[in-house]
């Protein structure tokens, strides 16, 4: 019969282990889809209402900086004397899904939204959509 001790270590283990901290994605660069819950509503005191999972992008990408070329010194007038190299996690490919709003009687409605389809490591920009 194993002791006190050790059941509580194996335990501990088989917690740490199952915690999404550990996980390569947690660790490791990289960025991937992720649900969450929204809820729509179609006006402020909320007619129609619905919720549905949708995808985001989370995530980090990798960057660098280092010191800048001496051509590239010599056109900035020294100015530019650090060159960064970065991308952003950020979606790649979208689709739309159809969303049921209950409305407060028995009728619906369904609208249209998006959702990421797909995720890559891009250079860092405002939303293109």
């Given at each position: 019969?194993?002791?006190?001790?050790?059941?509580?270590?194996?335990?501990?283990l088989l917690i740490l282990m199952a915690s999404?901290?550990?996980?390569?994605?947690?660790?490791?660069?990289g960025c991937h889809l992720h649900p969450f819950d929204v809820t729509i509503k179609s006006d402020r005191r909320g007619t129609c209402r619905g919720t549905h999972v949708v995808?985001?992008?989370?995530?980090?990408?990798?960057?660098?900086?280092?010191?800048?070329?001496?051509?590239?010194?010599?056109?900035?007038?020294?100015k530019h004397?650090?060159?960064?190299?970065?991308?952003?996690?950020?979606?790649?490919?979208?689709?739309?899904?159809?969303?049921?709003?209950?409305?407060?009687a028995i009728r619906h409605e369904e609208?249209?939204?998006f959702t990421a389809k797909s995720c890559q490591c891009d250079m860092c920009r405002l939303s293109r959509y």
């Open positions: 019969m194993p002791s006190c001790h050790a059941v509580i270590i194996i335990s501990l999404p901290c550990w996980s390569y994605e947690a660790i490791g660069p995808q985001a992008c989370v995530g980090y990408c990798e960057s660098s900086a280092f010191p800048s070329k001496y051509s590239v010194l010599l056109a900035s007038s020294f004397n650090i060159t960064s190299v970065s991308q952003c996690c950020t979606i790649s490919k979208m689709q739309k899904i159809k969303v049921r709003l209950q409305c407060r609208i249209e939204i």
